[in-house]
C-alpha cells in the first residue's frame, strides 16, 4: 500500500474487554512506532521497534499495553482489562530509519480511534 | 471525522494573510525539530524540518524558524489558505539520541474565508 494502514478505525468497548490495534507500516520501513493521542493532548510515545532489535517499550503507561511486530512488518498494540481512560487515538507511524538517525520524517496512519464505555 | 484537540490554543487568520504558530520546547539538548500537520480525522503529515546548526530554514510557502537561545521555535506560513485549517504539532528530538520524537500539544488553526 502507499501509506500506513491501521485498523479498526473505530473500535468502541466496554471496560474490562480486551482490543487490539493492527498497523500496516509502509513496505521496506524498518521503524515502526505507536504513539496515542488523548483529546486536547499531544503525541504520546507508546513503544518502537527497529528491524530485528528489542523494542524500546519505555513508553507503554501499564502492563496491560503489549505490541508485537511480527516478520518485521505488521504490529499489533493489544490493551487487555480496558479502562475509560484508555479511550484514546492511536496512532502507528513507520520510518525508513530508526531512533539512532532520527531525521526523516514518520509517516503516520490515520488511527484507531478506541472509545471505552 | 471528529476533530482532535478541542480544547487547544487556537490560532485564527484571516485567507491569505501569514500565520506564525509558536513552539516552545523543552530538552535543551535537542537538535532536531520537525513541524506536523494533523487535519481532521487523519494522522499528522510532515511539514518542514530544520537541525540545530540553522536558524530558519523555508519550504514552500512555510518557514521554521529556530531560537536555540530562548528554547523556541516557529512555523510561518504564507498567504494562509482554507486548506491549512489543522493542528500544528512541532516535535523535538535529538539527532543519534536513540529516543522518540517528543511532540508539543499543538495549536489549532483556522482560516476565516
Known amino acids: 500500500g502507499a501509506g500506513v494502514s491501521q485498523s479498526p478505525s473505530n473500535k468502541v468497548t466496554e471496560k474490562g474487554k480486551d482490543v487490539e490495534l493492527r498497523c500496516d507500516p509502509i513496505s521496506g520501513h524498518t521503524a515502526l512506532y505507536w504513539y496515542r493521542q488523548s483529546l486536547g493532548q499531544g503525541l504520546e510515545f507508546l513503544i518502537y521497534f527497529q528491524g530485528n532489535s528489542a523494542p524500546d517499550k519505555s513508553g507503554l503507561p501499564s502492563d496491560r499495553f503489549s505490541a508485537e511486530r511480527t516478520g518485521g512488518s505488521v504490529s499489533t498494540l493489544t490493551i487487555q482489562r480496558t479502562q475509560q481512560e484508555d479511550s484514546a487515538v492511536y496512532l502507528c507511524a513507520s520510518s525508513l530509519t530508526g531512533m539512532r538517525v532520527n531525521t526523516g520524517e514518520l509517516f503516520f496512519g490515520e488511527g484507531s480511534r478506541l472509545t471505552v464505555l | 471525522g471528529e476533530s482532535v484537540g478541542l480544547h487547544l490554543p487556537t490560532l485564527s487568520v484571516q485567507e491569505g494573510d501569514n500565520s506564525i504558530i509558536n513552539c516552545a520546547y523543552s530538552?535543551?539538548?535537542?537538535?532536531?525539530f520537525i513541524w506536523y500537520k494533523q487535519e481532521s480525522g487523519k494522522g499528522p503529515q510532515f511539514i518542514i524540518d530544520?537541525?540545530?546548526?540553522?536558524d530558519k530554514r523555508q519550504g514552500q510557502r512555510v518557514t521554521v524558524l529556530l531560537n536555540k537561545t530562548v528554547k523556541h521555535l516557529s512555523l510561518q506560513i504564507a498567504a494562509t489558505q482554507p486548506g491549512d485549517s489543522a493542528v500544528y504539532f512541532c516535535a523535538e528530538n535529538i539527532v543519534w539520541g536513540n529516543t522518540p520524537l517528543v511532540f508539543g500539544k499543538g495549536t489549532r488553526l483556522s482560516v476565516i474565508a
Open positions: 530538552n535543551s539538548a535537542s537538535d532536531y
Open positions: 530544520i537541525r540545530s546548526n540553522m
